[in-house]
Nanobody, 126 residues
Framework: QVQLVESGGGLVQTGGSLRLSCAAT????????MGWFRQSPGKEREFVAG????????YYTDSVKGRFTISVDNAKNTVTLQMNSLKPEDTAVYYC???????????????????WGQGTQVTVSS
């Protein structure tokens, strides 16, 4: 089992920045890939960014490219999502997720992940 705990959400104005962290505990060695997802009211949960634990290879959905940066700290078992130039449409609950098996292609669907955090709210005011 892997436990994930997100932190760092909050309220920010348009153009501002937030830094989300996801701390992984438990059997973290079984995790190969980490992803950040977000969900707005009435919408499906969508993939935002992903990263491999070992090689730190990253992937971003088009809407956040150039604004968000995902990174890993293997020593601390932490994945961070730095969010800059935030827009009102970035408002959502943000979740981190862990996948055990090494993916062949970037996993962008909920079912492709094995463990989830409880989520942290990000609100961007206009």
């Amino acid at each position: 089992q892997v436990q994930l705990v997100e932190s760092g959400g909050g309220l920010v104005q348009t153009g501002g920045s937030l830094r989300l962290s996801c701390a992984a505990t438990g059997r973290t060695f079984i995790s190969s890939y980490m992803g950040w997802f977000r969900q707005s009211p009435g919408k499906e949960r969508e993939f935002v960014a992903g990263i491999t634990w070992r090689s730190a290879t990253t992937y971003y959905t088009d809407s956040v490219k150039g604004r968000f940066t995902i990174s890993v700290d293997n020593a601390k078992n932490t994945v961070t999502l730095q969010m800059n130039s935030l827009k009102p449409e970035d408002t959502a609950v943000y979740y981190c997720a862990s996948r055990r098996s090494r993916p062949i292609v970037v996993p962008k669907k909920e079912y492709e992940y094995d463990y989830w955090g409880q989520g942290t709210q990000v609100t961007v005011s206009s």
